[in-house]
């Protein structure tokens, strides 16, 4: 037994000890305890330093607003989580914890000196301290101070977890189940509509976990939630899920669940994810999530030893810890005083209850006398001491509103309570409206955007009796929406605790306020003087203080500072809380992991991968791949010894020698089919169709309506009212998509109709000037010699017994066919040719060779050439535009002013002075490398090769007016030197009066 | 994530389903070349991109395909209506409920 725990207290299984080490120490826990209350029980209060003064800091509370324990979690390699909160990590055996912010050790912290320095490091520091000069920026100010401040360090290793992600329809979605929540639960859940009941917690209950002593229904709290549970569990149309955080409420009832499944075990199964992210469409939802407790703000109030007076409650009652020997209460709230008086029944005797207010229900004071606790009413608390721990406090009385004498008093630990304010998270991620109460003083929820209603604590109702009331009543209501007839069942309660209070600013002190230490963020080490600063310098609306002093923007999401800071801005400001106003709280309610978010989009399934049927050909032939879109394509085919220049110059070679082969089947392909396709091709595509004969092929280029070359491709036309589209490999979808658009939304009279068949056809391209000895004797019904199918014809015949479509076309210069199976028959006629042409040295190439026999001859790449701001013109493809059509997409921009301008980028080639040279892609063109910097930058290189079949590299560039500088020498500076370059107009450096292509 | 009404399926489904498409009912012009250059600028770039009532294009790309106009609020992100490529645009005071 450790010494702050109690024996047979609590929830915790004291027959089930749990060892774990913390900073390499080790310590002995329970099942069903937190990181955080197993080490309390080992009187361990330090857990970590604060984020700028490197404070020494305990726990303060008991959940997911915590924000000052925040350590780092490890199980083995790749599993380390980072800023982990103590309060919320279940203990499991073997867990290793860290404390962070701190070096070399948690106690002796080189860093606290910040601490010293605070007057440096006021509100707005970073922007008033380290203005210049400017290159100190970089190098000297925010590194030092990255390396100063901050919380746990980034995981080295990739996460080794999986995570899971999953869709949910339900009618009633519950947030939150404790009384209110599990009150709504049973009132909807009897009425036989699906309601999910979600809890962030690792077991049902919320406050009725802290408060046994409460009776409901005749029964002790805890044997009410336990019979509660068990019906709800019981009941087929309810799900009750644990350790799952609501993380955000989004449009029309969609919310975010994040549910942790094995952080808790101690040895997860193998393979079983570690958080599943839910997206849970309700049609109503319930938000039970209770109030928070507001810490009191005074000098000192950071210390560890120093924490809610809820948490102490919850420590105590639900973990069996004492979280000290000698506590002190310091309350604005009659709250305070029930747990001091648990304490003292546990046989923990408060040193003292100090009460802010003059007054207090006297049945409080009889009962903390009866108990033997001093009480001291309408007092003040100025300061505490104790380093690595609260040692004492420092009280004084309040007369006519002024700070009289002080006393301190010993104590081991200050349980503090300013007060409760409603959670308003999730309701105000709907853009619900906020309403100030002034009766409870705490901003409630007012009018709703979704289907919600918010039960209990959560809209200012304090107490378990209002909690189950106000939760039947929204349960039943919800179930009634979802169109059952539900009851409210009332529930009795004996030995409630209700309370009043009072909301503060800082306590008043009779020392310098300026030299005070008086918290109101702890994660951030914001103060009260630091919120009252940022309103002297001119802050006024409460979103600018918040930036300024970075109130409530740490992990915690402000959840025990948002109101403390709104309190004391709107004093400053001499205006009233409403006034000033809360500022917006936003998703995740708490940090989520990127694993949660990312789900199974990890790894081999962070997205599809398209395969072509040639694909595992390829893959086996030693295929090196590159992704294209979301195509998986074959860049080339290395021999053994090869590097890819190697592989790339000789399957260049052998296709102008003799023979290529390459897979085509990315290429995107549109079946254009109605007696108006031929009208519609003409008004999408800039070139003429209307006289292209059957069986004849046209490039087309196709344009957004803002002039600028959006894609292009060969569009063969196989009747007079059925064209086969080919678009880029990327472009598919996206030409499709535009295809439909103008057709169902601008042309709808038209019949035409579209048709995506990229995947429906397998496509082998044939190239070189052996392509027709080897295809003509698989080729029957077609002749397709030289003068029977000439280049740019197409043709339906049987290729190898194979239904085929027969394109005569080339992307590389040299005589070509490509030829269109059914996709399930493309591996089969790629391994009859690939055998059939070993006599012509049949080469596979790949994307890489592609792309350089196709700048060897000058073809744009859609994309690569050309950036979404080259007119047809500007590519040198002035000639596939039909001059006599009267209108076509993009037709009315080709004659804005700003697109016949002179200066325009035009596409170009460069041959650099030294063939050896090849540029770099992207590289910046100027005329003259010596000017001053920034430099006049003419344009880039779009595409650079080196060239087997001229011996020498070859590039494509867009330069302004680059035709009219044909022969002028430019100039690409580069880091190690500049490179000469000479301008020629046409990009066709090879075969220019293509003879070989029309072989 | 919005729950959106195709008009054509007659089903609210997930927005996932959906693709957005810019402003509606800027019908292509005509005869383009007799347009000014300042009309044709502002048939291709002017928008109304207005806080509140705006009326915009959706295609249901996941779904049956067709381009669909809808009337969505953009202060709160709804959806007031959804309907037909042209059909003429509902009349927002009715579809608010505050039409005298």
Same mark, same amino acid.
């Given at each position: 037994m450790t010494r702050y725990r109690l024996p047979n207290r609590g929830r915790v299984d004291h027959a089930r000890p749990v060892r774990f080490t913390f900073d390499g120490k080790s310590y002995t826990g329970l099942a069903g305890d937190t990181l955080a209350s197993a080490l309390l029980a080992n009187g361990v209060h330090l857990m970590g330093r604060s984020f700028k003064y490197h404070r020494p800091r305990g726990p303060v509370s008991t959940g997911s607003d915590e924000p000052n324990a925040l350590v780092g979690a490890r199980r083995g390699p790749g599993r380390f989580e980072p800023n982990t909160r103590a309060t919320i990590q279940e203990l499991r055996e073997g867990l290793e914890a860290t404390s962070q912010n701190r070096w070399p050790s948690l106690a002796f912290d080189i860093g606290s000196v910040n601490d010293h320095l605070g007057s440096l490091f006021s509100a707005g520091f970073y922007y008033k301290t380290f203005m210049w000069p400017r290159a100190f920026w970089d190098r000297v100010y925010e590194p030092v101070i990255r390396n100063a401040a901050g919380l746990g360090v980034s995981p %080295? !290793?990739?996460?080794a977890d999986t995570y899971a992600s999953r869709f949910a329809h339900t009618d009633v979605l519950i947030v939150g189940a404790g009384p209110a929540g599990l009150a709504a639960a049973l009132a909807a859940g009897r009425s036989g509509t699906a309601v999910m009941l979600v809890d962030e917690n690792a077991e049902p209950g919320g406050a009725l976990l802290s408060e046994p002593s409460v009776v409901i229904d005749g029964k002790p709290a805890w044997d009410w939630l336990a019979t509660t549970v068990a019906e709800l569990n019981a009941l087929p149309n309810v799900t009750v899920m644990t350790r799952t955080t609501a993380i955000g409420y989004y449009h029309q009832n969609l919310v975010g669940l994040c549910q942790r499944l094995t952080d808790h075990l101690a040895a997860p199964p193998a393979g079983a994810p570690r958080e599943r992210l839910w997206k849970v469409r309700a049609r109503e939802v319930v938000l039970a999530q209770g109030a928070l407790e507001k810490p009191l703000v005074f000098d000192g109030n950071d210390r560890p030893g120093v924490m809610l007076a809820g948490a102490a409650q919850t420590y105590l009652n639900r973990y069996g810890v004492r979280v000290g020997d000698r506590p002190a209460v310091v309350t604005a709230h009659d709250s305070a005083w029930h747990i001091a008086f648990d304490l003292a029944e546990s046989g %923990?005797? *408060?040193?003292v209850i100090v009460d802010v207010r003059d007054t207090v229900d006297p049945a409080l004071t009889d009962r903390a006398h009866a108990l033997g606790i001093e009480t001291l009413l309408g007092r003040t608390v100025t300061g505490t001491s104790g380093r690595l721990r609260v040692k004492s406090l420092r009280v004084n009385r309040m007369e006519n509103g002024a700070v009289g004498a002080a006393r301190d008093i010993a104590c081991d630990a200050v349980l503090m309570c300013g007060g409760w304010t409603p959670c308003l998270h999730l309701f105000s991620h709907t853009q619900g409206k906020i309403d100030w109460d002034a009766g409870i003083q705490a901003y409630i929820p007012g009018a +709703? %955007? !979704?289907?919600v209603r918010i039960a209990g604590a959560g809209r200012g109702l304090w107490g378990i009796a209002a909690a189950l009331e106000d939760g039947a009543a929204a349960g039943a209501l919800a179930a009634r929406d979802a169109g059952r007839e539900a009851e409210a069942q009332p529930h009795t309660v004996t030995a409630d605790r209700t309370g009043s209070g009072v909301t503060l600013t800082e306590l008043p002190t009779d020392r310098n306020p300026a030299a005070a230490k008086a918290f109101i963020d702890f994660q951030n080490d914001v103060t009260a003087k630091d919120i009252r600063l940022a309103v002297r310098e001119g802050m006024r609306s409460i979103e600018h203080v918040k930036r300024y002093t970075t109130n409530g923007m740490a992990t915690d999401q402000g959840k025990m500072s948002n109101v403390n800071g709104l309190m004391i801005a709107a004093d400053a400001l001499g205006k009233r809380a409403p006034q000033v106003g809360l500022t917006t709280f936003r998703p995740p309610y708490t940090p989520t992991t990127f694993g949660a978010f990312a789900g199974y989009r990890q790894g081999a399934t962070f997205e599809a991968m398209r395969k072509t049927p040639i694909d595992p050909w390829a893959e086996a032939h030693g295929a090196v791949f590159e992704p294209v879109a979301l195509w998986r394509r074959a860049r080339y085919f290395p021999k053994p010894g090869e590097d890819m220049h190697a592989a790339v110059a000789r399957e260049c070679r052998a296709t102008r020698a003799s023979l290529g082969i390459f897979d085509a089947s990315t290429l995107g392909k549109i079946e254009v089919v109605g007696p108006d396709a031929v009208t519609f091709l003409e008004r999408m595509y800039t070139n003429p169709w209307a006289k292209l004969g059957v069986g004849r092929c046209r490039y087309g280029l196709l344009l957004g309506e803002d002039g600028f070359i959006r894609d292009d491709g060969v569009i063969g036309r196989l009747?007079?009212?059925?064209f086969h589209v080919t678009t880029t490999t990327g472009g598919a979808a996206r030409v499709l998509n535009m295809m439909e658009d103008y057709l169902q +939304? !601008?042309? *709808?009279d038209l019949q035409v109709w579209l048709t995506s068949t990229t995947e429906q056809w397998a496509t082998v391209a044939l190239q070189g000037p052996n392509a027709r000895k080897l295809l003509e004797p698989f080729v029957e019904g077609l002749d397709i010699s030289a003068g029977a199918f000439p280049h740019m014809a197409v043709a339906e015949c049987t290729v190898s017994g194979l239904p085929a479509r027969l394109f005569r076309v080339s992307f590389t210069g040299e005589l070509g066919f490509e030829v269109n199976v059914p996709a399930r028959h493309g591996r089969a006629l790629w391994e009859r040719l690939w055998e059939a042409g070993r006599p012509y040295d049949i080469t596979p190439y790949g994307t890489e060779a592609m792309h350089v026999m196709r700048a060897e001859k000058g073809y744009i790449i859609v994309g690569q050439d050309t950036d979404g701001t080259l007119t047809p013109d500007d590519a040198g493809l002035g000639w596939a535009i039909g001059k006599a059509k009267p209108d076509f997409v993009g037709k009315r921009s080709l004659t804005r002013p700003d697109m016949v301008a002179k200066g325009r980028k035009q596409l170009v080639g460069l041959l650099t002075d030294d063939p050896s040279v090849v540029l770099q892609e992207g590289a910046q063109i100027v005329a003259d490398p010596t000017q001053p910097i920034p430099m006049t930058m003419l344009g880039h290189v779009t595409s650079a090769y080196r060239s087997d079949a001229l011996g020498r590299s070859i590039a494509m560039a867009v330069v302004a007016d680059g035709r009219a500088r044909d022969g002028e020498t430019l100039h690409v500076p580069m880091p190690e030197g500049v490179i000469a370059v000479k301008v020629v107009k046409s990009t066709a450096f090879h075969d220019p009066e293509n003879a070989r292509l029309s072989a | 994530m919005l729950l959106i009404r195709c008009p054509y399926c007659e089903l609210e489904l997930p927005e996932l389903e959906f693709a957005y498409a810019g402003e509606a009912h800027i019908a292509r012009p005509a005869d383009p070349a007799g347009l000014s250059d300042e009309e044709w600028r502002d048939f291709l770039f002017i928008r109304s991109n207005p806080k509140g009532v705006h009326f915009e294009r959706w295609r249901h790309v996941n779904g049956c395909a067709r381009f669909f106009n809808a009337v969505r609020e953009t202060v709160g992100d709804k959806f007031l209506a959804t309907y037909r490529a042209g059909e003429p645009r509902p009349d927002v005071a009715t579809l608010k409920g505050d039409a005298k």
């Open positions: %080295t !290793e990739p996460d %923990t005797r *408060p040193a +709703t %955007t !979704e289907a009747a007079p009212d059925r +939304t !601008e042309w *709808p | -």
